[in-house]
């Protein structure tokens, strides 16, 4: 019959290609030796804040979250402003 001999050419060269992939590694063996490195960690209780201390540091977190917001809007505006300016000199005019 024609074409035999293309098939067992094909099937030898699947066979090949699957003895040269190897053995395939198992997502539960990664997720198992994951657990088993976090479980190692030791997790300490630290004291609860009295309402001062805690007061302190909710201003203190605060105070950083508007001085990044800050930031981050200044440097939008700042490159807003040169797209703009850059857009009316090369396209506006």
Known sequence: MGGEGAMSG????????KIMLGERKKLF????AIKQKYKKRKTTDHKKMSA??????RKKLRRENLRTNIIIM???IVVL???G???YYLIGQ
């Not at 094909?10 to 290609?17: F, H, R, W």
């Not at 063996?29 to 198992?32: L, R």
């Not at 001062?52 to 540091?57: D, I, S």
């Open 10 to 17: 094909m099937i030898t060269s699947l066979k090949n290609n």
């Open 29 to 32: 063996s990664y997720k198992d």
């Open 52 to 57: 001062a201390e805690l007061y302190k540091f």
């Open 74 to 76: 200044t440097v939008f």
């Open 81 to 83: 402003g040169i797209v």
């Open 85 to 87: 300016v850059g857009y």
